[in-house]
């Protein structure tokens, strides 16, 4: 049965064979993965038989333990108190946090739910802690946001690639196999797996990749290294963004983020002499409270040099989630509707009214972010109920020991998931849903490519899907029905009317078309004799009415945490390649455990020395916010005045704990890769 | 309401201006500049006099909207009883807050046939305005001072093809700053570039296009750039009857000695700084910036780094006053290398940097500013530091234990294993293991494992696995 690998956006393409009644899985020779898959990849099968899958309702009892209950139970508990907070302080009462590894489906229909069958403008989801800077600098610049507007393929061909804040050879290894022919120039904190690949690593202290890429224009402008001709055919705000670039001189960049003057001009120049390049950010660059400036001036250097919208080059990011892009286009995201809609748009909400046969005026308008709305849960003005589909804000969110506290102020939390997540052991509620291999539906993933997952297992009985799930709430909520399709691919259908005429347009993509093995990257409108799909977007023009892409003034900001006084480190928070997002699911499949069990924390020999610990000891890294404790790695390559924790560990490994919830003003993301720490020695009970 | 007047319109009143409109305010803000051009950025001028940058390419960013600014405007007193200048062409303004930011004005030497008319002559240009910067004429160039300025000139004139000659008064250039080693580095440097170096000269006569040197000979200099330092500007805060020390006195708000008026920039003196650049410039229109908008913030001296820009060029001055750790271990870093041409001279305090030269060694430079800039302690191993070298990640043979492919977590021994059982190409070792699988970046070395165990000597035929793992660790590839 082909499907794709239920982790990353990369979405590898796997096929899955029964064999003495268990699944295994095989890699496909997708275009993506070239055959190839990562550990995490390869064991996927084992999450479907996880012994402590959820298989029944539970509902929280007096004493507080939770206990098994049935269907009707669960859903009648969570329908009726729904009603009464409504009833009591207003539909904004009640909130939704989605996922992106939720399908297309999924997170379309959970969209719709929110805002018909409960009313609330609270809906939002946790890419808003992915890319969602990334998201809000390609709209800026480009008129639309499609993590890569190329083919990962097209990568292979290139002569230079430049990763900023991407470490690709851990988090999607398979996308390695593009880049092996590729000069790679990485930019990264810590000499990562993907930097030691690098022909040239720019290490930058944490939180200022901002004035690195301000310089490198800096150096492109001045040097004569610019595609002038392209400049003036194709973008627009030049001069105002080469103003501020120029006030970014090399030496003054080199005092800001400590990359060599050298290095800068040589990485400009690799670039520049490249006949094929690109430029891709990852979370590195984009989680920071001024990530929606730093991927700017990433595109600014990007458009300097000539590369977005020409065939062989360009700038991309590379999108983390499972489906973080279809997950961001359908309307589970606070102040969008299907189609990459806005909804404070009155044609968006006229359209979008229509299909779902409810009056314009009846949608609300657009909601609180991601961290604010967890922020305010329980409090005052904020949800008194949060409805948790496909995320793990107990272990993901920033400054998590705040965020359990809030939730815990919930009168009403209700999780669906397949495991029992961190998340879902803190639930009135836990609803047991189906997972990747047991269900139909699509995912979009990181190069805008519309893909099929497909059901190769029965689910465990109980188990009932997402879809149902919203169904069966919304009918005991008073929606008619037929609203709430269970069926995929009536949802899909639904989806694809509802996109129509959007950013995202998925109305000429059929699970007819993906089935016969079609290509398909949106915007794909339904035309007669059917669109092809838009592989490459830009190549003629940029979407903005003008068709060209502008370049954003931004100008770089310290962190909002700056090290120093009695926290003299920065902590920078990542992922290991054997754990995908808060590990719920590989934390449970055994060779994962075994390759990565327990938190750690990487710092250099010095920092080590200082704080009296040696490689494999316990520290207590602690910030403003909280204390995590993890395993000592003593790494040579680190920069002293840094530490790094990766962020998939529960309880007090949680890499969160430290984490600073300062947002970017226009993203709304957290300041997830820099704060002020210190360490010490850990002598309490492992 | 708060009404802003800025005198000046260099680095310091351009940030000043912005940050005061970042931090949101709104009231009125007048700024008042002398020249005709809107802000520009005097980090610049070089690239410009050498033609590598129009004029226009180094304007500043355009002011934030609500920003009255004034071009040509002379300010010709401050009266301080009614809080108002007034300007040359009878214009005045009211202020509640007046910021100084006059900056400086290039020092002009002492050297007959210099001044002409009770200005300067036609031939000679002081580097501190764009305006002295366009339109340079032909022939050769002599740069009369060999300080930072003055080397990164030569420098950048020299790369744009013309005759350059640097005469300076001190043994090697930038003395102020390097010391002998990093200088006579430096002055190797100019002189391969082809700048004509004329070290411990003094001029005594400009005449005809010729700067003639005390010891008679003559310096051919169409042009005479001057190049000798800056002086506050101050006439006006001195007749306004402002204290005066070698700048305007400031305490740590950036006040004068009348709390409605403030100085920022090289105008200012706060204790004994003075001087000190755009980087100084800017910290004190942020913080000026931050007080005036209800902020607590008081202005903290800025270590000093002097950085020359030029982009052949990786030489960096550190010196910090007062060090913050008054006592501890004092040492001294020194590492000389005259052939490579590199050196680095640190001066140590517990731990810490306190002054420091380095010339010649890039990577160096970058991290030793980084830890001065934030007083951190050196690293243990003093010498990576200064060579910036990486430290050893795993090259050569791998040990049983390592792991050859980290996306599955195949170590070697497992590789050896099932080379033993059969598999005996990546293909069939991918098959068995699932190394090479992933990222495919250890394909060469899994092609490496199955030549090595493929050359050497046939063995017993492969019974137990224990033991060919045992066999395995053995082979020395």
Redesign the interface.
């Known amino acids: 049965m082909p499907t794709h690998c239920p982790y990353c956006a990369l979405q590898c393409g796997t096929r899955l064979a029964l064999r003495d009644g268990a699944v295994r899985v095989e ?1 496909d020779d997708f275009p993506v993965n ?6 995490k990849g ?1 064991t996927a099968a084992e999450v479907l038989t996880v012994p402590d899958r959820l298989r029944r309702p539970r509902i929280r009892a007096a004493g507080g333990r939770q206990v098994d209950t049935d269907w009707d139970t669960a859903l009648d508990t969570v329908a009726s108190r729904l009603r009464a907070i409504r009833r009591t302080h207003g539909a904004d009462a009640v909130a939704v946090l989605g996922g992106g590894g939720l399908t297309n489906e999924k997170a379309y229909l959970l969209g719709k739910f929110a805002r018909v069958a409960l009313g609330t403008s609270q809906i939002d989801y946790n890419g808003r802690f992915c890319m969602s800077s990334a998201a809000a600098a390609g709209n800026a610049a480009f008129g639309v946001d499609r993590g890569l507007p190329f083919p990962v393929t097209d990568l292979g061909r290139a002569d230079v690639v430049m990763l900023a804040g991407a470490n690709v ?1 851990e988090t999607m ?5 593009h880049l ?1 022919t590729p000069k790679l120039i990485v930019i990264d904190p810590r ?1 990562s ?1 993907t930097a ?2 690098a022909a040239l690593h720019l290490q930058p ?1 944490p939180g200022t990749d901002l004035a690195l890429a301000l310089g490198l224009a800096h150096i492109a ?3 004569d290294l610019t595609d002038r001709a392209y400049l003036r055919a194709r973008t627009a705000g030049y001069e ?1 963004f ?3 670039a ?2 970014w ?4 960049v ?2 800001v983020t ?6 800068q ?1 040589a990485a400009v120049r690799m670039m520049r002499a490249a006949t094929r390049a690109y430029l891709l950010t990852g979370r590195g660059a984009e989680q920071h409270s001024k990530g929606v400036d730093t991927v700017a001036a990433f595109i600014n250097l990007a458009l300097l040099l000539g590369l977005p919208g020409r065939e062989g080059s360009g700038y991309g990011c590379l999108t983390g989630q499972g489906n973080g892009q279809g997950g961001r286009e359908h309307g589970q995201k606070a102040d969008q509707l299907p189609g990459y809609r806005m909804i404070t748009d009155p044609r968006a909400r006229e359209h979008v009214a229509g299909v779902w046969g409810v009056p314009p005026e009846a949608l609300p308008g657009p909601g609180r972010g991601a961290y604010e709305l967890l922020d305010a849960l329980g409090t005052e003005s904020g949800p008194r109920a949060l409805l948790v589909f496909g995320t793990n804000p107990a272990v993901s969110a920033p400054r998590a020991g705040h965020v359990a506290d809030r939730l815990a102020a919930l009168d009403l939390l209700v999780v669906a998931d397949f495991v029992p997540s961190e998340t879902a052991t803190l639930a009135h509620v836990v609803l047991p849903v189906t997972q990747w291999a047991e269900e139909e539906g699509t995912m979009t993933n990181l190069e805008g490519r519309v893909l099929r997952r497909r059901r190769a297992v029965a689910p465990p009985p109980g188990v009932r899907s997402d879809l149902r799930v919203l169904h069966d709430l919304a009918v005991r909520l008073g929606e008619p029905p037929e609203r709430y399709p269970t069926d995929p691919r009536d949802v899909f259908d639904e989806l694809r009317r509802a996109s129509r005429g959007g950013r995202a347009d998925y109305s000429g993509i059929s699970y007819e078309r993906l089935d016969a093995g079609e290509a398909l990257h949106w915007p794909c409108p339904e035309t007669p004799g059917g669109h092809p799909g838009t592989p490459r977007l830009f190549l003629d023009r940029f979407t903005h009415p003008d068709g060209r892409a502008r370049f954003v ?1 931004v100008d770089h900001r310290p962190p909002a945490e700056e ?2 006084g009695d926290r ?1 480190l920065y902590a920078t928070t990542g992922r290991v ?2 754990h995908y997002q808060s590990g719920a699911q590989t934390r449970r499949v055994a ?1 994962l455990r075994r ?1 990565d069990p327990e938190p750690f924390v990487e710092m ?3 920092t080590a ?2 704080a009296g610990l040696a490689d494999g000891d316990w520290a207590r890294v602690s910030s403003a916010r909280g204390t995590a404790v993890a395993r000592v790695r003593v790494v ?2 680190l920069r ?2 840094t530490v790094f924790l990766p962020f998939h560990f529960p309880g007090a490994g949680r890499a969160n704990l430290l984490t600073n919830p300062a947002l970017d003003p226009v993203s709304g993301m957290p300041e997830f890769k820099v704060c002020a720490v210190r360490v010490r020695a850990y002598r309490g009970p492992t | 309401m708060t009404r802003v007047v800025v005198v000046g319109a260099g680095p310091a009143a351009h940030r000043f201006v912005e940050c005061l409109h970042r931090r949101g305010h709104r009231d009125p803000v007048v700024m008042l500049g002398a020249e005709r051009r809107p802000p520009y950025n005097r980090m610049l001028l070089a690239s410009v006099l050498a033609g590598a940058l129009p004029a226009e390419a180094v304007t500043l960013p355009d002011l934030p909207a609500g920003v009255e600014a004034y071009r040509s405007a002379t300010v010709t007193s401050i009266d301080r009883a009614t809080r108002t200048v007034h300007l040359d062409d009878g214009r005045r303004f009211r202020y509640d807050a007046l910021v100084l930011a006059t900056g400086a004005r290039a020092v002009v030497p002492r050297v007959p046939g210099i001044r002409w008319r009770g200005g300067l002559s036609p031939q000679v240009r002081p580097l501190r305005t764009l305006d002295s910067c366009v339109a340079l004429g032909p022939g050769p160039v002599c740069v009369l001072g060999g300080g930072v300025l003055g080397v990164e000139a030569a420098l950048a004139l020299r790369r744009a093809g013309h005759r350059v000659t640097l005469v300076h008064r001190h043994p090697y250039p930038v003395n102020r700053h390097l010391d002998a080693a990093a200088g006579t580095l430096l002055a190797r440097h100019l002189a391969d570039r082809g700048v004509d170096v004329r070290l411990e000269r003094e001029a005594v006569r400009y005449d005809e296009g010729l700067l003639v040197l005390r010891d008679g000979e003559t310096v051919a200099a169409n042009t005479l750039l001057l190049c000798a330092g800056a002086r506050p500007r101050v006439e006006l805060a001195r007749a306004a009857g402002l204290a005066v020390a070698g700048g305007i006195v400031v305490d740590d708000r950036l006040r004068t000695d009348d709390p409605h008026v403030y100085a920022i920039g090289d105008c200012a003196r706060y204790g004994r700084e003075s001087g000190g650049g755009v980087a100084r410039a800017w910290a004190q229109a942020e913080t000026l910036a931050a007080l005036l908008t209800g902020g607590r913030r008081r202005y903290e001296p800025v270590p000093a780094v002097v950085r020359l820009r030029d982009p052949e060029l990786s030489v960096v001055a550190l010196d910090r006053p007062r060090p913050r750790a008054a006592d501890g271990r004092a040492e001294t870093v020194t590492f000389t290398d005259p052939a490579g041409r590199r050196h680095a001279a640190l001066e140590v305090l517990a731990g810490r940097i306190v002054r420091g030269v380095l010339y010649g060694l890039p990577q160096a430079t970058a991290a030793a500013t980084q830890l001065f800039d934030r007083d951190l302690p050196l690293p243990a191993d003093r010498l990576a530091l200064l060579l910036g070298t990486p430290p050893r990640t795993g090259t050569g043979d791998l040990p049983d234990d390592a792991v050859v492919c980290f996306c599955n977590t195949v170590t070697r021994a497992g590789i050896v294993a099932a080379w033993r059982r059969g598999c005996r190409d990546r293909a069939a070792l991918g098959e068995a293991t699932r190394a090479g699988t992933g990222c495919g970046t250890c394909v060469a070395e899994v092609d490496r494992i199955c030549e090595r165990l493929g050359a050497e000597p046939a063995r017993g035929p492969a019974t137990e696995t224990g033991r060919l793992l045992a066999v395995g660790s053995g082979v020395t590839p």
């Open positions: 890699a070239l055959g190839g898959l990562c550990r390869w050879a290894p398979p996308l390695m196999r092996a000499r797996r030691e690949r202290r402008i001045v040097d105002q080469a103003k501020r120029l006030t001189w090399p030496e003054r080199e005092r400590g990359v060599p003057v050298r290095d001009r003034d090290a120093g003299p390649l054997g060779e390759s250099h020999p010095d020395a200082g040579p390559t002293a005045d």
